[in-house]
């Protein structure tokens, strides 16, 4: 009994140890190719709504750090990443980019399947920086700075070097009003809730 008993301490930790020196910090940058939600558009005394159902996805891009701390089953990965996302839209017929700057701090579990592919998966916090609508002069801010996401995955680690898919679906209802137009005929609401799926290349230092 205390023979298994020693084996199964020594197991758990040596365990525990090669879990620690696969952890670590690291770097990680990427494109995301992102798509806000509807556009609403209305004219200033009129009830009638046209709605634009979404927005035509664009090339933006990422770059920030993660932590993975892994363990014996499981990894756990917090990431603190600068987002660009730019998506288009089509007002008065003519294009106009929607871009949006924010951070944001994925927390993130995963586990290896077979050899170095992984599956992950968890909440992204997202503090929203900026937002821009081309051709709306005046665009107000967004109801909410903070917004939640959910992300999934999958990914192959190489040594220190790793790659990854992911789909980011945001959760929070989060719209920013607008005036289309110098003359005030045309008002509207811009929902910035993103679907993105991000591609990403992370350096374990």
């Known amino acids: 009994m205390k023979k298994t008993l020693l084996i199964l301490v020594l197991s758990l930790t040596s365990a525990v140890t090669f879990a620690q020196k696969e952890s670590g910090f690291g770097v990680k940058a990427g494109l995301n190719y992102a798509q806000n939600g509807d556009l609403t558009l209305e004219s200033i005394g009129n009830a009638g709504e046209d709605v634009i159902d979404g927005s035509e996805s664009k090339i933006g891009y990422h770059l920030g750090v993660f932590y993975k701390l892994k363990l014996p089953i499981i990894y756990i990965r917090p990431e603190l990443v600068y987002t660009k996302t730019k998506s288009n839209y089509t007002i008065n017929g003519s294009d106009a980019a929607y871009d ?3 951070i944001d701090l994925p927390i993130l579990v995963g586990a290896k399947i077979i050899g170095p ?13 900026d937002s821009d609508l081309e051709k ?12 939640l996401g959910l992300q999934i995955g999958v990914g192959v680690s190489l040594g220190k070097l790793g790659l990854d898919v992911r789909y980011e679906r945001g959760l929070s209802e989060n719209e920013s009003k607008f005036v289309a137009d110098n003359s005030n005929t045309l008002s509207g609401r811009v929902d910035s809730r993103p679907s993105q799926i991000i591609f990403g290349l992370s350096l374990k230092l």
């Open 117 to 129: 592919l992984e599956i992950f998966a968890g909440p992204s916090f997202q503090y929203i920086l």
């Open 100 to 102: 949006v700057s924010k």
């Open 136 to 147: 709306v002069p005046t665009l107000n801010d967004l109801e909410n700075d903070f917004s």
